[in-house]
């Protein structure tokens, strides 16, 4: 499987974002809206986002896979859920009132053992953030990223939990069908081979569930490499021409682009920062045709009939027009 870079950190914007006022009242709840400028910010020009990866931005919920000893005596390959460590309410306060006076985060003072709220003791920091005397730094939101492992039966954590099967090690996974660019595949996949890679879960109970996949009877879920699927023919690196693409190609039905440029960096542009609309009625991920293809013949497997690997192997091989035809029936 193809792997570009991992989202262990807050991706910055391929422009120079503004912050303006939002009137709207359906909007009360966040009375601003960040919108990109058509300057190309120093961030996408030092990380040489000209010659980057451009790829789907999917809508969904990060996790990551890496090992996790757990309850058993060897560690093994495991999907964690991303739950950033958030400062307790005094700590925030003051930390709004600096922000309040001053334009950004620098100068900022954090106490990293009092200002945050507790986290499980199997919390760990994501990778990439920065670090002070071994500690991790809170980043321009105050927030620590970091991530928990997601237990088999975890009751927070349960679409997590219904896509990774830990006693064959495999996940449900969705990407391109490595035959057909043009043809979408779902099929079960060793977690070691998602080793140190981070994935969206997208489906029914998720993020609103833009896709519409499943419904509330019969949820879907399932992951989805970070990288995964590619967008090719991108119009040039400018505020228009990306604006009129996003709005007029049928490839443009996407939630956003993420850059991964050669030295690792993530750079993105999401439709709202052009001030468009997402989610949208016809996504271009409901576009292709989707196959189901397990991959179970090596396994001596026994699923619960609830599971969503069980559903899956009774519509094994079978091909649909597009995600939102697949109904799962328990």
């Not at 030295?263 to 292709?288: A, E, Q």
Request: aromatic share 10%; with cysteine.
């Amino acid at each position: 499987m193809n792997r570009l870079g991992s989202v262990q950190r807050k991706m910055p914007c391929v422009f120079v974002t503004e912050v303006k006022a939002e009137p709207s009242a359906k909007r009360e709840h966040q009375p601003f809206k960040v919108l990109a400028t058509e300057t190309l910010s120093e961030k996408a020009l030092d990380a040489d986002v000209y010659n980057a990866v451009a790829t789907e931005k999917v809508d969904g919920t990060c996790c990551y896979v890496t090992n996790y000893r757990g309850h058993v005596s060897q560690s093994q390959p495991y999907l964690w859920a991303r739950l950033d460590r958030k400062p307790n309410k005094q700590a925030d306060k003051r930390f709004k009132k600096f922000l309040h006076s001053k334009e950004n985060a620098k100068g900022f003072h954090w106490n990293t053992e009092e200002d945050f709220k507790p986290v499980p003791e199997c919390w760990i920091p994501a990778k990439e953030i920065e670090k002070q005397n071994g500690k991790p730094v809170p980043d321009e939101n105050g927030h620590i990223p970091g991530w928990v492992p997601v237990e088999k039966n975890s009751k927070q954590y349960c679409w997590h939990a219904s896509v990774v099967n830990y006693e064959f090690g495999i996940a449900l996974v969705l990407r391109h069908h490595p035959d057909d660019p043009g043809v979408l595949e779902i099929s079960a996949v060793p977690l070691s081979e998602l080793l140190e890679q981070t994935l969206e879960l997208i489906g029914t109970n998720i993020n609103g569930n833009p896709y519409g996949l499943g419904s509330k009877k019969y949820p879907l879920h399932f992951l989805t490499p970070h990288g995964a699927f590619q967008v090719r023919n991108l119009p040039t690196l400018k505020h228009n021409d990306l604006l009129s693409w996003f709005e007029d190609c049928r490839e443009g039905q996407i939630e956003g682009i993420v850059w991964h440029c050669g030295d690792g960096c993530l750079i993105k542009v999401h439709r709202h920062h052009l001030g468009l609309c997402w989610p949208l009625p016809d996504t271009y991920m409901n576009s292709k045709p989707v196959i189901i293809n397990m991959n179970l013949n090596k396994y001596d497997c026994a699923f619960d009939n609830q599971s969503l690997f069980n559903q899956f192997l009774k519509i094994d091989k079978q091909k649909f027009d597009r995600l939102k035809d697949i109904i799962l029936d328990v």
